[in-house]
């Protein structure tokens, strides 16, 4: 799914190299923002912030203590959410502002063993997943998991049922849940699916009917939406509904949703048609 991985160096960079490319970015933010300008971070690595071999903590370290007293929002893979680094970091980080000053952001994608591994090969099972939100607990941090709605190989019908049941299950154990909409990466295995016209990304409309149904407020933000390559319709609703679930995404209002639902295209009939009669072995319907 992913092509972060063309992004990494080259391998031949020492750890003390690594660990001066981070703080050279956070020199960076500090100097371009004053504390009093912001009250949130999210640290966002495709990666593993509390990985000592990726963040050492010396540089964990330095962070937490630059960004003292705001809330943090970290991203991790649920095995390094471990007690002993959250504890280094928020020693260094809490000041008593926050009831939860840092939430540990995973990418646990779906709440179904099979399709996480079969559709997606992560590498950690739900129960993985749980065990962490209980570690993170006992610290005093919160969880934010993040959704990917229709990975290969899932009909359009199976991706919406997917999310609506993972929201449901994901929601008695993180804070915090946000949705995101499959997007085709370059040089990735989506993408040569995709251009085989073995895959189509979700409609938009799939989006609004997962949001609906979902028992908590679910943020969503669908990159590429309205693009061939991202969440889409038919192109002449698109842009209003992208627009509206980034609304709805700020200020969880329902009715918002509902009358993105009720909003009318000739592309409604084709998304109902293929949720009814899309199957496995036929997919996608439509492009």
């Not at 960076?28 to 495709?46: E, G, H, N």
């Not at 179904?112 to 590498?123: A, L």
């Not at 962490?132 to 919406?160: N, S, V």
Request: charged share 25%; glycine share 6%; with cysteine.
């Amino acid at each position: 799914m992913c092509s972060y991985r063309y992004e990494r160096y080259g391998g031949s960079e020492t750890p003390e190299m690594y660990a001066e490319y981070i703080l050279s970015q956070l020199r960076s933010i500090l100097a371009s923002y004053r504390p009093d300008q912001y009250r949130m971070v999210k640290i966002f690595t495709s990666g593993s912030f509390f990985d000592p071999r990726e963040v050492p903590e010396s540089v964990l370290r330095a962070i937490a203590s630059a960004f003292r007293g705001k809330l943090v929002i970290a991203e991790t893979r649920p095995e390094y959410v471990q007690e002993d680094a959250l504890a280094a970091f928020m020693e260094e980080t809490d000041d008593g502002t926050w009831k939860k000053p840092l939430f540990c952001a995973i990418g646990l994608e779906t709440a179904d063993d099979t399709i996480r591994t079969k559709c997606i090969r992560k590498g950690f099972s739900f129960r993985d997943f749980t065990e962490a939100c209980q570690r993170a607990g006992r610290m005093g941090a919160g969880i934010k998991a993040y959704l990917l709605h229709k990975p290969l190989f899932l009909t359009e019908r199976e991706a919406l049922e997917d999310m609506v049941s993972s929201i449901r299950i994901v929601a008695g154990y993180a804070d915090l849940i946000s949705m995101n909409p499959c997007t085709v990466q370059g040089r990735t295995e989506l993408e040569r699916y995709w251009k085989q016209k073995a895959y189509r990304p979700p409609y938009l409309w799939s989006v609004l009917e997962i949001l609906r149904n979902a028992p908590v407020h679910v943020t969503c933000d669908p990159v590429g939406g309205g693009r061939i390559r991202g969440p889409h319709n038919c192109g002449a609703c698109d842009k209003d509904l992208v627009n509206g679930i980034r609304d709805y995404s700020l200020t969880g209002d329902r009715d918002l949703v509902a009358a993105l639902l009720a909003t009318t295209c000739a592309c409604k009939k084709e998304w109902e048609f293929v949720l009814e009669n899309e199957k496995p072995f036929a997919m996608p319907l439509t492009r």
